[in-house]
């Protein structure tokens, strides 16, 4: 045979991981960060179940639920 394969297979697999991972060690993107949207969204969500649930149990007024409400959708925190 005139060519000889440089390593064996099994070798060959190993290398390429090792290639691989660095590759990855060399790379200057840091990994992608949770969007503020999405948890200002879950955070409003849970406050404005947490109102409801009140509301629901009479602990709170029509007025005082409505004036809670809309301070959380504007972004605020409620009164």
């Known amino acids: 045979m005139p060519f000889r394969r440089p ?3 099994t070798d060959q697999d190993a290398y390429n991981w090792t290639l691989q991972d660095r590759f ?3 790379r200057r993107v840091p990994p992608p960060a949770p969007s503020p949207t999405a ?3 879950g955070i ?3 406050q404005l ?3 409801a649930r009140l509301h629901d149990e009479h602990a ?3 007025a005082e639920f ?3 409400k809309a301070a959380v ?3 605020h925190a409620p009164p």
Do not use: I, S, W
């Open 66 to 68: 409505a004036a809670a």
């Open 24 to 26: 990855q060690a060399t």
């Open 44 to 46: 409003m969500a849970a």
């Open 39 to 41: 948890l200002t969204t």
């Open 60 to 62: 709170l007024t029509d």
């Open 73 to 75: 959708l504007a972004g």
């Open 49 to 51: 179940t947490d109102l």
């Open 7 to 9: 390593r064996p297979y």
